[in-house]
C-alpha cells in the first residue's frame, strides 16, 4: 500500500471517528470532542470560572435560576443532560455556557433583566449553544488553541506565561461563538423559553438595552455579552420574527412575563462593584475586608478580581499584578515564584514596608518574545503573605523600575473607618408615586442627574417613556 493510501484510509479513519450526530439538527456533524469529552470540558473548567469571578452568594435568585434552568433543560434537544447553573459575583453584564452542561449568568446581567420572559430568552439561548454542541464545533476549528475568558483580562500576551497570570487563563473553546452559532441560538433560546410558557418578544427586547449598554460603555476591552457573543445582523427583528412563527403553530393567551414577580426576586441585589472585595478611589485601591491600601499610577488601569488586581499603563507595555502567597513564609513565598516560573535571580534583599516584614526580588525570565524582568515583593501582614510583580519586557523595564518600587513600598493598613465601612451599591424596587416619565420617577427616587441615563438602561426604557402610578422601577439602595 502506498503512502498515498495509508494516509487516505487514516484520514477516512479520522473523519468517520469524529463524526457523530447533532442533537439540534439531526444531521452528522464532524467533531474532534466526543460527548464524553464535553463533560469532561465542563467539569474540568467550572472551578477555574468559579475562582476567577467568585460565586454570588444569594439562595433566592440562586433557587430560581436552577429551577428555571433545569426546566428549560428537561424541553431542551439534550433533555438527560445534568445541567449546572451559577451566578458569578461579577458586575459585567454577560452570560455564557460551557460545553457539557455549565451555564453562568453574572450578577450584572441579572440586575439588567426587568422580567421573567427576558431572563428566559438568554437562558434558552446558551442552553442552546451547549444542545448545539457549539463548543465541540469550535474546537474542531480551534485544535491547540486558548481563548482566556477573564473578568477583563487585559494584559500583554508576553506577560501570560507568568505563572500568576498563567493560573487565570481559561483553557476553554467556545467562548466566541460564530455569528451562525449566534443565530441558532437565538432560534433556540425563543423555542426553548416558548416551550417553558414565557414571551420571547421580551428577548428580542433585551438585545436593545445590550445595545445600549453596548453603545455607552464603548469598545474598552471589559467582556459583555456583545463581545463574547458576536451580533448577527437585525438580530432584534429576526428574533421577533422566530417568536410569531412558534407561538403561530402553539397558539395560547398566557405567555408569560411576569415583571413584578422578577423585580421583587432582584431586590436589593449588588449592583456595579461591591467594593468589599476592593475598589479604587483618588488613585488608591483599597480592600476593606483584608484592610489593606495601596496607590496606583496615574493614567494606568486598574483590573480587580477576585484573585489577583492587575495594573497596566496605556501602552501595555508593563504589568503591576498583585495577588496572595499561598506559602507560610517569606523565603517559601520567594523561592515558589523561583521555581514556579523558571526565574534567574538577580538581586534578593530583606526589609521592612510601614513596620511589615518583607522580602524583595529582582528577576529575569526568558520568554517567546524576549526576556522579562521583573521586580517583586513579597509582605508579611497578619496572617497572610501579599505578593507584589512589577514586569516589563527587559528593554523596557527600566522606565517603570522607580513606579514599581514607588507604588509597592507604599502598601499599607487601612484604618480610615469611612473606607473600611463603604458599602455597595444596591438594587432598589420602587413604586412610582404618580404617573409621568421615567426621568421624573428616577429623580425624585434620588437618582443623580449625571446617572439619569444609566438608570433608564437599567430599567430597560427611555428617559421619555411614560410611567403610570404604581408600576415599578429600579432605583438604588
Same mark, same amino acid.
Given at each position: ?52 469571578? /467568585? ?142 410558557? !414565557? ?55 398566557? !405567555? ?42 496615574? /493614567? ?76 517583586? !515583593? ?91 402610578? /404604581? ?7
Amino acid at each position: 500500500m502506498t503512502t498515498f493510501y495509508r494516509s487516505l484510509l487514516l484520514l477516512s479513519v479520522l473523519v468517520l471517528s469524529g463524526c457523530s450526530r447533532n442533537p439540534v439538527t439531526g444531521k452528522r456533524m464532524f467533531s474532534l470532542m466526543s460527548e464524553k469529552r464535553e463533560l469532561a470540558v465542563g467539569q474540568q473548567n467550572d472551578p477555574a470560572i468559579v475562582q476567577s469571578f /467568585g460565586l454570588y452568594e444569594d439562595k433566592k435568585i440562586q433557587s430560581f435560576i436552577t429551577q428555571k434552568g433545569k426546566q428549560m433543560g428537561k424541553l431542551s434537544h439534550r433533555p438527560d443532560l445534568e445541567y449546572h447553573f451559577k451566578i458569578l459575583d461579577s458586575p459585567v453584564v454577560n452570560a455564557f455556557a460551557l460545553p457539557g452542561g455549565y451555564v453562568y449568568f453574572t450578577r450584572g446581567i441579572m440586575a439588567h433583566f426587568n422580567n421573567e420572559a427576558e431572563f428566559a430568552g438568554v437562558l434558552g439561548h446558551e442552553i442552546g449553544h451547549i444542545t448545539g454542541r457549539h463548543g465541540a464545533k469550535q474546537q474542531t476549528r480551534q485544535i491547540g488553541s486558548q481563548i482566556l475568558l477573564m473578568a477583563g483580562m487585559i494584559v500583554s500576551p508576553q506577560f501570560r506565561q507568568f505563572s500568576d497570570l498563567a493560573s487565570q487563563g481559561l483553557g476553554l473553546l467556545m467562548l466566541k461563538n460564530s455569528r451562525d452559532h449566534e443565530s441558532q441560538s437565538d432560534q433556540l433560546g425563543v423555542m426553548y423559553s416558548t416551550y417553558a410558557g !414565557y414571551d420571547s418578544h421580551e428577548m428580542a427586547d433585551f438585545f436593545k438595552t445590550l445595545k445600549r449598554l453596548s453603545a455607552e460603555s464603548g469598545a474598552d476591552g471589559i467582556p459583555t455579552f456583545l463581545s463574547t457573543h458576536p451580533d448577527p445582523a437585525d438580530r432584534y427583528n429576526k428574533v421577533h420574527e422566530y417568536t410569531d412563527e412558534i407561538t403561530a403553530k402553539r397558539p395560547t393567551k398566557n !405567555y408569560k412575563v411576569n415583571r413584578d414577580q422578577y423585580l421583587a426576586l432582584i431586590d436589593g441585589i449588588v449592583y456595579g462593584e461591591d467594593p468589599r472585595q476592593g475598589y479604587t478611589e483618588d488613585g488608591v485601591f483599597y480592600h476593606p475586608d483584608l484592610k489593606f491600601q495601596f496607590p496606583y499610577p496615574s /493614567g494606568w488601569r486598574v483590573n480587580n478580581m477576585p484573585t489577583q488586581v492587575q495594573i497596566v499603563p496605556s501602552d501595555g507595555k508593563a504589568l503591576m499584578l498583585f495577588t496572595l502567597a499561598g506559602e507560610a513564609t517569606l523565603d517559601q513565598a520567594f523561592n515558589a515564584q523561583v521555581q514556579a516560573d523558571n526565574l534567574q535571580v538577580l538581586d534578593k534583599q530583606g526589609f521592612r514596608v510601614n513596620g511589615m516584614q518583607a522580602l524583595s526580588g529582582t528577576f529575569r525570565q526568558a520568554g517567546q518574545q524576549g526576556n522579562i524582568k521583573i521586580l517583586s !515583593y513579597f509582605i508579611k501582614k497578619d496572617k497572610y503573605i501579599y505578593k507584589f510583580h512589577g514586569m516589563a519586557m527587559e528593554q523596557d523595564f527600566g522606565r517603570y523600575e522607580n513606579t514599581f518600587v514607588r507604588n509597592f513600598s507604599q502598601f499599607n493598613n487601612l484604618t480610615d473607618a469611612a473606607k473600611l465601612n463603604k458599602k455597595p451599591e444596591r438594587i432598589d424596587i420602587i413604586t412610582v408615586q404618580q404617573e409621568g416619565t421615567v426621568k421624573s420617577a428616577l429623580s425624585k427616587a434620588g437618582i443623580p442627574n449625571d446617572r439619569l441615563n444609566e438608570f433608564a438602561i437599567v430599567n430597560g426604557m427611555e428617559l421619555n417613556d411614560k410611567v403610570t402610578r /404604581g408600576s415599578k422601577l429600579k432605583a438604588l439602595k
